[in-house]
T-cell receptor, first 115, second 109 residues
Framework: ETGVTQTPRHLVMGMTNKKSLKCEQHLGHNAMYWYKQSAKKPLELMFVYSLEERVENNSVPSRFSPECPNSSHLFLHLHTLQPEDSALYLC??????????????FGPGTRLTVL | GDSVTQMEGPVTLSEEAFLTINCTYTATGYPSLFWYVQYPGEGLQLLLKATKADDKGSNKGFEATYRKETTSFHLEKGSVQVSDSAVYFCALRSDDMRFGAGTRLTVKP
């Protein structure tokens, strides 16, 4: 595997389910991100992990819970979601250097539908 | 805060037409600028970048020049193909990444 991978690619869940999205990067980067992409809305940054520490949480509801067990893996745990949470969830990674964060590399996304 | 504004779509062109997608930015300091492309059913892919004023990024026939005086980074291609149909995002990086809203391009044969 190369680049950034995400599983599953598609997920349908009910509002009472608990599920997790997985992201893995094979680029040796030290920062990882979760984005939400909804139809006709700008890309929304949800969480940022740098050196496995959460450094940003953009007022995301607690029904979304991120986990970064190591620099290569990032999870997004989902529980009691709402239909408006249906979207494409994108994971990205980048390298934090002395000059700041370099460009981000994205995975293919997980298309989530909440019934 | 820093922000990116790009032209609203959708943009529909015929094959071999000239493409321009406008992008302007607001930032303190000297950000790096990027264009990403998202093909249907896929994530964003880095198309090109420029890290300082007057730099020209280019890839796959696409070009964009970092214009500090006009705070712009317009994307151009001389002759588009049907396979260029996608959503294009302008972005900047200073302390963090900021993305534009995206411009959907459809190229018809």
């Amino acid at each position: 595997e190369t680049g950034v991978t995400q599983t599953p690619r598609h997920l349908v869940m009910g509002m009472t389910n608990k599920k997790s999205l997985k992201c893995e990067q094979h680029l040796g980067h030290n920062a990882m991100y979760w984005y939400k992409q909804s139809a006709k809305k700008p890309l929304e940054l949800m969480f940022v992990y740098s050196l496995e520490e959460r450094v940003e949480n953009n007022s995301v509801p607690s029904r979304f819970s991120p986990e970064c067990p190591n620099s290569s893996h990032l999870f997004l745990h989902l529980h009691t979601l709402q239909p408006e949470d249906s979207a494409l969830y994108l994971c990205a990674s980048s390298q934090l250097s002395s000059g700041g964060y370099n460009e981000q590399f994205f995975g293919p996304g997980t298309r989530l539908t909440v019934l | 805060g820093d922000s990116v504004t790009q032209m609203e779509g959708p943009v529909t062109l015929s094959e071999e037409a000239f493409l321009t997608i406008n992008c302007t930015y607001t930032a303190t300091g000297y950000p790096s600028l990027f264009w990403y492309v998202q093909y249907p059913g896929e994530g964003l892919q880095l198309l090109l970048k420029a890290t300082k004023a007057d730099d020209k990024g280019s890839n796959k026939g696409f070009e964009a020049t970092y214009r500090k005086e006009t705070t712009s980074f317009h994307l151009e291609k001389g002759s588009v193909q049907v396979s260029d149909s996608a959503v294009y995002f302008c972005a900047l990086r200073s302390d963090d990444m900021r993305f534009g809203a995206g411009t959907r391009l459809t190229v018809k044969p």
